[in-house]
């Protein structure tokens, strides 16, 4: 038995135990679903359902499932559904003609926010959050680690997106809704990933679709004013944006696709960046080697200073833990798609209308890619697997090096910075709705570091 660190995760179970687990726990988590052997095969049909469900860990068949040149294989029913309320048919859940051509419109836009450019901007609102987090280590007071991660990253979205401040009650609100919104849409796909039908249509809740129009109105409120005749002409994400043409048409978007669009970089690069950071300092805080290696890192690259741009591409140690970690927590879950006709996948026969399930989480922790697959190691080196937490094929993220160089900015700062404590690390238990979140939000306590107290 490996004495590396095995941070919180379900123990894998045969399928019926694993459904009675789901059951008594009541929260509808996926990942207490998973059976023992998706983290042991390329392939295997994933415990009992109407419609049949394969879940893929083969690399070569995962390249070939999202690459998808025959359009096989469309986004999964259910995760259009449950996401179109959020960002209508976006770049995230559209497919075919019409994913290319906002592909096209919205790759020149990103490209233009260089992110060297967008570095300055992201510095600015981790040095404005410090206020906030040295208050809280002055006091001692405990506050929700799930939430400030959000706040910071909401903030830094906002900024290099809107080229605008985003206020806390808003960032807040946000949190929230996202948190309501991704809680009862997992309970629906639970029901109908076991009983439902292919393609049938999903009735979400009124609170889901409020928490959706919530978010949306935020994120229109911050849209409307660029799209005034005497709006100031900016150099940021959403001017692009406006400014896109359709190569084909020229025609642009219209409001409600600009929310759309923006409604999916607010999901990928405000969310999935809040989950993966709220499980760095977990870890840390329950391994306190790890920060110290951190530290004399970030110390021998960057000394007193501010971190710049040019620092943060040399913290390979930075940059090895956030890896890791995303691998142990990749910020989503899974990546549903459905057959549409059938078809055969390696070995395995597929019906129409089964569900083919590519799962981060199980490719990650498989045992035939990597060694010690459920414990965490920084140091690790000529492994087997390959990360699939910003996609593959085409469909790759295309915020991937923003997030990186992003949370490798926070990480390098706050932990220099701030010691974390989390209460009750016992009680911490993953679960899988939208993003790979908490069951409950951490509670922690932060402390300056002596140096800096002493100084202050």
Known sequence: MSDLFRPPAPRPMTPIRSL?????????????????????????????????????????????????????FPKNDLMVGALEPLVGDSIFVSGGERWRRQRAMIDPAFSHMRINRA???????????????????????????????????ADVICRTVFSTKLGTETARDVFESFTEFEESVANVNLR?????????????????LAAC????????????PRLSGEA???????????AAKDPVDGRGFSRKELIDQLGVFFLAGHETTASALTWV?????????????LRDEVNRVVGDGPVDFNHVKQLAFVR???RETLRLYPPITFLPRVAAEATTIGDFKVKKGAMIMISPWTSHRNRMLWRDADRFNPDRVDEDGVLLSFGLGPRVCIGAAFATIESGLILAELVRRYDFE?????????????TTRPAEEIQCRVSLRRSLAKSA
């Open 232 to 242: 100031k002409q900016r150099d940021d994400i959403v001017s692009a944006l406006i």
């Open 119 to 153: 570095f300055p901007s992201m510095r600015a609102a981790v040095e404005d959050y410090f206020e906030l987090l040295d208050q809280r280590a002055n006091t001692g007071e405990s506050f929700s680690l799930d939430l400030t991660m959000s706040e910071l990253t």
């Open 320 to 322: 090895n833990v956030f």
């Open 422 to 434: 989390v209460s009750s690390p016992e009680t911490v238990r993953p679960v899988s709705r939208l």
């Open 20 to 72: 009675i687990r789901v059951i008594r726990q009541g929260d509808g988590d996926l990942l207490s679903l998973v059976p023992v052997d998706a983290y042991t095969k390329p392939c295997t049909w994933l415990g009992y359902s109407r419609r049949s469900i394969l879940l893929v860990n083969d690399l070569d068949l995962v390249r070939d499932i999202v690459t998808d040149p025959l359009e096989i």
């Open 192 to 208: 109908e990933l076991i009983f439902g039908k292919p393609w049938a249509d999903v009735k979400q809740p009124d609170n889901v």
């Open 213 to 224: 129009e919530r978010i949306r109105k935020h994120i229109g409120d911050l849209i409307d």
């Open 281 to 293: 300092f977990y870890i840390l805080s329950q391994h306190p080697e790890t920060a110290v290696r």
